[in-house]
Structure formats: structure tokens, C-alpha cells
């Protein structure tokens, strides 16, 4: 236990733990939601028992119930070794993960205006771990750091050169973490190194981003400025004209409004008019439902014609790798999608397509597919943990 390994991932409204051993196995997990509302709760993973919070419950109140709940049961029984914090946004400040001192708060604090809901909870996270355990050293692990290696021609818009050296108006990228990991999964898995490793990498979960990878680095992504651009999501838009914004305003909706419907009434659950939730969506279309048998359609060719653009940025491709809950989990979306690409050569193999990859280590290609396609189940905790024991042993 005394190796141990603490991850705290800190959402707008949430807040997730995960307690590593010094071998990577995963001792507990548990989380809270519905922070700053009325009705906050809480949870240990595998265990029935709710963990009463006080209305309105801080992320810090919530941190503190949950490491009491983890105590009391005997599932944590020392202070964790060290400490690793997801923290949305980087900016250009934090090019790789850093060991937190007051400084590192500070610039996180500094890239707030470009994350208003997160960095702000993240730092609130490291302040109330650095009570709970002011000997234990924090770590603070990046969304935004792995796609700092985008080259200006990916990562700049096509706007007055001010807006960035003013205003930082770039794109960032997000789902680092997750991309980082398919990186470094996909190499081990095809009996390579990450370094002579290039994919494209698909994180399709409640948010989406693509990631094109050469060489192990990120040199082009789907998110931008803010985890708005991109792919079509659960709730989130994806790409829109900008002239949207404009045209709107002259049917009297707000600023505020659109930004209220475009992260959070789109996407799947704006195409669909029903949910955002990708299994009921391919139930409904199962029974005839075709407003969502259309937002899969959608999901789908946005996520092709992507795939097709990633290609522009690599000079050779190792795999294509489908990850997230969507993407691990539906077979229907990842035939859906190959099947727009057919003039490029994916191949599926419907048997291992329908079996997630499980038979082979994740392979869901034919032999005759001219590149190799993986599911590969993410795990951004454990990068966490990895970059959190790796900063710390190294004081
Ligand atoms: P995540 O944000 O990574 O937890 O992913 C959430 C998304 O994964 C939701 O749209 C879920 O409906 C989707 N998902 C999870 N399991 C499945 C499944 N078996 N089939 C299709 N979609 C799934």
C-alpha cells in the first residue's frame, strides 16, 4: 500500500478517484456527482453503500467523503506515495506533465479563460488533496500537453495573426491522454516501438476527438480552441459554419444561447430529439426510429470524412484504433464508418468486428485489408498514475 497510487480527475460536475498498487493494479475506485447541486452524491465503485454529501457538496467536501469512505472501509490505508490530477487545460504553458508546486497552480490558473468550467475544479482538487496529504507529491497530467507537438500549419486558424499572439486563439486538442495511451498500446500490440508507430486514433465516447500520430507524437486532432470542434458527440455539435453565429443572431438568438445548444442540445441527441446515449439510439433506429437511425448515419460520415483528413498529416499508417465507449463497444459504428472508406482499403472482418477484437488482441481487419484496424480499450487513469509515480520518484 505504501507505493500506492492515487489518480483525482476532476470534472465541471463530477469528480473521480482511482487507487493504483505499485504493480498497476487498480485497488478501488470511486466517484461523485451532481457536485454544486442539490442532489450531490457519492459512491464506491462495487459497493452498494452511498456515501452521504451535503447539498451542494464542494469538489473539496466531495474529495474529503469519498478518501473517508475509501479509509473506513480498509481500501486505502495509508497516504498514496503521490498524487496525479488530470487538468484540461494546458494551454502552451504545460507542454508535458509536471510535478504541481505553487508556480504550476498559478499557470493553471492562467490557461482558466480558456477552460472556465474545469481548470478551476482542477485546481480546487490539487488544494484539497495537498490537505488531505500535505507530505504526498501532486502531479498534474495534461488533456491538452501531447498535441503541443502540432506543427503551426495543423494548430493555427486561418484568422488575423493577433488573435493568437494576443488573444492565444489556437487549436489545443484534447483527449491527450487517451490518444497518448493508444499511442503506446497500439505499438506494443503490433510488435513495434511508439516511436516508428503512426496511427490514427478515434476516442468516441460522450465527447469524440481523432488523433493523427506519426512516429508516436500527435501532429493533427480534431478539438480545437475549445473540445467543441470536431467530430459530431453525444451533446456537442462538432464543426458548424461560423456564419452560423451571425445568422442566428438575426433570429433574435443570443450568444449565450448558442453556446448552450451547440455543447450541450447537439450533436446526437439534437439530431436524434431523443438522447445522446449512442446504445439507445441504435435501439431506437433498430425499431424503426429514423430521426436516430439519421444521427448515427451523421456520427458516422463526419467521423469517416475525418479519418480521410488525419490521412493528409502521416506519411505511412500502422492502424486505424477505435477507442472510447462508443468506440470499443459498437460494432455498428465502426462498420458504419469503414464503410465510407472503402476507396482507401479498410477491410472489416465482420466476425471479430461484432466480437470488439476480443478474439485477437484487438485486430478487427481481414488479412487482405490494406491497414490494420484495432479496438483498444482506453485507460487514461493509469497514464495518470504512470506520469504520477514516474515525476515523483524522480524528486
Ligand atoms: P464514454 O464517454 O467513453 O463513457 O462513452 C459513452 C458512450 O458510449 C455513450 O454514448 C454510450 O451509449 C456508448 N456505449 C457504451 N457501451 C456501448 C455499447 N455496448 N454499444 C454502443 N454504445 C455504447
Request: hydrophobic share 40%.
Amino acid at each position: 500500500m505504501k507505493q500506492s497510487v492515487l489518480v483525482v480527475n476532476c470534472g465541471s460536475s463530477s469528480l473521480k478517484l482511482a487507487l493504483f498498487d505499485e504493480n498497476e493494479n487498480e485497488l478501488a475506485s470511486a466517484k461523485a456527482e451532481r457536485l454544486n447541486e442539490t442532489d450531490a452524491f457519492a459512491g464506491i465503485d462495487g459497493d452498494n453503500l452511498t456515501i452521504a454529501l451535503p447539498a451542494g457538496a464542494s469538489h473539496r467536501q466531495a474529495l474529503q467523503a469519498l478518501v473517508t469512505a475509501l479509509r473506513e472501509r480498509q481500501l486505502m490505508t495509508d497516504a498514496p506515495a503521490s498524487v496525479g490530477h488530470r487538468v484540461v487545460h494546458g494551454g502552451e504553458t504545460f507542454r508535458e506533465a509536471v510535478l504541481v508546486n505553487n508556480s504550476v497552480i498559478k499557470g493553471i490558473n492562467r490557461c482558466a479563460g480558456l477552460a472556465p468550467l474545469h481548470n478551476p475544479v482542477n485546481i480546487a482538487g490539487i488544494e484539497a488533496t495537498g490537505e488531505l496529504f500535505p507530505d504526498t507529491p501532486q502531479v498534474a497530467v495534461f488533456d491538452t500537453a501531447y498535441h503541443q507537438t502540432l506543427a503551426p500549419r495543423a494548430y493555427l486558424y486561418a484568422l488575423p495573426e493577433a488573435y493568437y499572439r494576443d488573444w492565444s486563439v489556437r487549436r489545443y486538442g484534447f483527449h491527450g491522454i487517451s490518444h497518448f495511451f493508444m499511442a503506446n498500446e497500439a505499438a506494443r500490440r503490433l510488435g513495434k516501438t511508439p516511436a516508428t508507430t503512426s496511427i490514427i486514433s478515434a476516442h468516441l465516447g460522450n465527447g469524440c476527438s481523432i488523433c493523427a500520430i506519426k512516429d508516436g507524437l500527435s501532429v493533427d486532432t480534431s478539438m480545437g480552441l475549445t473540445p467543441l470542434e470536431g467530430l459530431v458527440m453525444g451533446t456537442r455539435s462538432g464543426d458548424v459554419d461560423p456564419g452560423l453565429f451571425e445568422y442566428l443572431s438575426t433570429q433574435g438568438v443570443s450568444l449565450k444561447e448558442v453556446h448552450k445548444v451547440l455543447n450541450h442540445e447537439s450533436g446526437l441527441l439534437g439530431i436524434s430529439g431523443q438522447t445522446n446515449d449512442m446504445r439507445t439510439l441504435c435501439d431506437l433506429a433498430d425499431h424503426g426510429h429514423e430521426p436516430s437511425a439519421l444521427a448515427i448515419e451523421i456520427f458516422c460520415f463526419r467521423l469517416a470524412k475525418y479519418v480521410g483528413a488525419m490521412m493528409a498529416s502521416l506519411s505511412h499508417l500502422d492502424a486505424l484504433v477505435f477507442t472510447g465507449g462508443i468506440g470499443e463497444n459498437s460494432s455498428r459504428v465502426r462498420k458504419k464508418t469503414l464503410s465510407h472508406l472503402g476507396l482507401l482499403g479498410f477491410n472489416l472482418d465482420t466476425d471479430m468486428n461484432e466480437h470488439h477484437g476480443g478474439y485477437t488482441d484487438g485486430r478487427i481487419d481481414t488479412a487482405d485489408s490494406r491497414f490494420p484496424v484495432l479496438v483498444i480499450p482506453t485507460n487514461e487513469e493509469l497514464v495518470i498514475a504512470r506520469e504520477a509515480r514516474r515525476l515523483a520518484t524522480s524528486i
